[in-house]
């Protein structure tokens, strides 16, 4: 008997019979949304694992894993909620660099690494921050962002400039470097 295919798109997997039988099935099966990719040991108790991932037996008797996990592991950069939005931004003493994501946003991954860069190169200089869009929607409003990733700098309590789109680490330098 021959055995059936699976093919997949990003939402989801269709499984159709051999072209040997007569009639074709598509079964259509929502897949999982996809976050990433994380490297953890097998020891690693912090991370939480899913019922099903614990019961697979793939996943036992080997040093390590790989579990979605994109989310927590994109940005080393702090993430500002509304409540904090005017004591931690507004009222910061130092040039602030705002990124506007969202989880589902492919290029705010492109920019994240660069944002955490600056972070660390500005250390003492400049203050770097994330807001989800998903999760801040007044602070989004507020401030007009209608395209993400969009990259705003903040002095004294005030928008100075803003970049759209995932830019190179070069261009959000510059714009970083005429307030400092």
């Known amino acids: 008997m021959a055995s059936a295919t699976v093919t997949f798109s990003p939402i989801t997997a269709f499984v159709s019979a051999p072209s ?3 009639s074709q099935r598509r079964i259509s099966v929502r897949l999982p949304e996809f976050h990433g990719l994380k490297s953890i040991s097998r020891s690693a108790s912090v991370v939480p694992f899913s019922r099903s991932m614990s019961r ?17 592991t994109a940005v ?10 005017q004591s931690v931004v507004l009222d910061c003493e130092l040039p602030v660099l705002v990124e506007f994501w969202a989880p589902w946003c492919g290029p705010c991954r492109m920019i994240h690494p660069v944002v ?8 003492g200089k400049l203050k770097c921050y994330k807001v989800n869009t998903d999760e ?15 990259v705003m700098v903040f002095k ?8 759209i789109g995932a830019v190179p680490k070069s261009t959000l330098i510059t714009c ?3 307030f400092l």
Request: charged letters at 35%.
């Open 136 to 150: 801040c929607p007044n602070i989004a409003t507020q401030y007009g962002i209608r395209s993400i990733p969009t």
């Open 156 to 163: 004294n309590g005030e928008k100075k400039d803003a970049v």
């Open 56 to 72: 697979d037996p793939r996943l036992h008797g080997r040093g390590g894993c790989v579990v979605c996990e994109a989310q927590e």
């Open 176 to 178: 970083v470097e005429r």
């Open 116 to 123: 955490d860069e600056l972070s660390k190169d500005y250390s």
């Open 20 to 22: 040997s039988f007569v």
């Open 76 to 85: 080393d950069v702090v993430a500002v909620k509304e409540d904090e939005w």
